[in-house]
C-alpha cells in the first residue's frame, strides 16, 4: 500500500498567521490527493481534492499544491476557526486508499 | 440535503460481533460507493471497506480481511458494515462516507456520516 507522511505532526501559530503543511507519498500519485480538516468530536470535512481544487464552500484561504509524491496545503490569514486536525489522503489505488498521520494545528 | 446517519454507540465484548448501520438519504446509494473508515481514539484514519451497492461489489482492507462484511439494502436505503471476532484494537470511531470523483477520476470523501463510537472491553 501507498504510505503517506505529513510535517510537522503539530504546530503551533497565532490567529493572522500563514501556515504550511505538507504531505508525501511513498510513490507518485498524480494529483490524487485530497486535504480533510477533522475537529475534536466531528467527521473530517473535505477542503480540498485532486491537489489544488477548492471544495465548495471552503473559504478561499485554504490552498493545496503538488503532483507526483510531495504535497503542500496552505492556510493564509489563520482564523480561530482553523484550529484542527488536518489530513492528507491519496486516492491513487483505490479502494486501497490510504491517510497520512495527521498534522494538529493549536493555539501558540 | 444529502446526508448519511448511523447508529449509535456499541460496547460489545471480546470475540463478539458488531453492526453498524449508515442510513443515507435520497439516491445516494444508486449513485455513489460508500466506504468505512475508522479511527482509534487519538489515532488517525483508516480504511475499512468500500460497498458499491448498485453493482454490489465490495472490497475489504487486508487487516481486516475475514472479519468486517458490508452490505446495503437498498430498499431501506441503509448500508451496513459487520466485524467479527472483536479484539481491544477495534475500539474506535467507525464512519461512513460517500465517494465522489472529480472531472479528473481523483476519488475523494465529500459527505460523511456523525460516527459510531465502537468499544471493545470486557
Known amino acids: 500500500d501507498i504510505q503517506m507522511t505529513q510535517s510537522p505532526i503539530s504546530l503551533s501559530a497565532s490567529v493572522g498567521d500563514r501556515v504550511t503543511i505538507t504531505c508525501r507519498a511513498s510513490?507518485?500519485?498524480?494529483?490524487?490527493l485530497n486535504w480533510y480538516q477533522q475537529k475534536r468530536g466531528k467527521a473530517p470535512k473535505l477542503l480540498i481534492q485532486a491537489a489544488s481544487s477548492l471544495q465548495s464552500g471552503v473559504p478561499s484561504r485554504f490552498s493545496g499544491s503538488g503532483f507526483g509524491t510531495d504535497f503542500t496545503l496552505t492556510i493564509s490569514n489563520l482564523q480561530p476557526e482553523d484550529f484542527a486536525t488536518y489530513y492528507c489522503q491519496q486516492s491513487y489505488t483505490p479502494p486501497r486508499i490510504t491517510f497520512g498521520p495527521g498534522t494538529t494545528v493549536d493555539i501558540k | 440535503q444529502a446526508q448519511l446517519v448511523q447508529s449509535g454507540a456499541e460496547v460489545k465484548k471480546p470475540g463478539s460481533s458488531v453492526k453498524v448501520s449508515c442510513r443515507a438519504s435520497r439516491n445516494i446509494l444508486s449513485t455513489y460507493a460508500i466506504y468505512w473508515v475508522r479511527q482509534a481514539p487519538g489515532q488517525g484514519l483508516e480504511w475499512v471497506g468500500r460497498?458499491?451497492?448498485?453493482?454490489?461489489?465490495?472490497h475489504y482492507a487486508q487487516k481486516l480481511q475475514g472479519r468486517v462484511t458490508t452490505t446495503a439494502d437498498t430498499s431501506t436505503s441503509t448500508v451496513y458494515m459487520e466485524l467479527s471476532s472483536l479484539r481491544s484494537e477495534d475500539t474506535a470511531v467507525y464512519y461512513c462516507?460517500?465517494?465522489?470523483?472529480?472531472?479528473?477520476?481523483?476519488?475523494?470523501?465529500?459527505?460523511w456520516g456523525q460516527g459510531t463510537m465502537v468499544t471493545v472491553s470486557s
Open positions: 510513490q507518485n500519485i498524480n494529483n490524487y
Open positions: 460497498i458499491i451497492p448498485f453493482v454490489g461489489q465490495v
Open positions: 462516507a460517500r465517494v465522489i470523483t472529480t472531472s479528473g477520476n481523483v476519488a475523494a470523501f465529500d459527505l
